[in-house]
T-cell receptor, first 112, second 114 residues
Framework: GNSVTQMEGPVTLSEEAFLTINCTYT??????LFWYVQYPGEGLQLLLK?????DKGSNKGFEATYRKETTSFHLEKGSVQVSDSAVYFC???????????FGPGTRLSVLP | DSGVTQTPKHLITATGQRVTLRCSPR?????VYWYQQSLDQGLQFLIQ???????AKGNILERFSAQQFPDLHSELNLSSLELGDSALYFC?????????????FGPGTRLTVT
């Protein structure tokens, strides 16, 4: 089946530290890949996406590259801020319904 | 603002009761998805509608049902509520069902069953 695995959290960093959140996937076809972010008390927001191998998605200083050979889509940011504290979800899509699969989420806390 | 609206924002009700959650998708989106988010089970896909028709069904209990109306808004009906149904319920919408389309999420309805 299709699945997404994320690194266990919570992740705690100091402001301006480098962030990596690992994400790997298993898919029966050729998925699109996404990162979503959920701030406290809010819904999920699309952070970035990539629809084919070697594509790099980027937004708000976050980046992730679609690596088909390692089935990975790791999220990175060079310098985190306190305002980046949230839960981050990696997801894949092969289309409808159950074919849009979310990982369990990684909670990030950034300390001033 | 994602353009997806959900009402109500909070709902407190008693066991055994029935509630209806409402969702309006982004303008132009034909697909609506419902998810349940709880602390111990993460984000669970419940059901998807596309242009008024049920497209996919996930881990939705028989006590729950949904529909999508001609104006594309959707309602999720939860009946015979149990304490374990307390959770955040999210609606999401997308243009269609192709793999390249991202989903846009509403702010959610927090349901508390007492």
């Amino acid at each position: 089946g299709n699945s997404v695995t994320q690194m266990e959290g919570p992740v705690t960093l100091s402001e301006e530290a480098f962030l990596t959140i690992n994400c790997t996937y298993t898919a029966t076809g050729y998925p699109s890949l996404f990162w979503y972010v959920q701030y406290p008390g809010e819904g999920l927001q699309l952070l970035l996406k990539a629809t084919k191998a070697d594509d790099k998605g980027s937004n708000k200083g976050f980046e992730a590259t679609y690596r088909k050979e390692t089935t990975s889509f790791h999220l990175e940011k060079g310098s985190v801020q306190v305002s980046d504290s949230a839960v981050y979800f990696c997801a894949l899509s092969l289309g409808d319904g159950q074919n849009f699969v979310f990982g369990p989420g990684t909670r990030l806390s950034v300390l001033p | 603002d994602s353009g997806v609206t959900q009402t109500p924002k909070h709902l407190i009700t008693a066991t055994g009761q029935r509630v209806t959650l409402r969702c309006s998708p982004r303008s132009g989106d034909l697909s609506v998805y419902w998810y349940q988010q709880s602390l111990d089970q993460g984000l669970q896909f419940l059901i998807q509608y596309y242009n008024g028709e049920e497209r996919a069904k996930g881990n939705i209990l028989e006590r729950f049902s949904a529909q999508q109306f001609p104006d594309l808004h959707s309602e999720l009906n939860l009946s015979s509520l149990e304490l374990g149904d307390s959770a955040l319920y999210f609606c999401a919408s997308s243009v269609g069902g192709a793999r390249i389309y991202e989903q846009y999420f509403g702010p959610g309805t927090r349901l508390t069953v007492t």
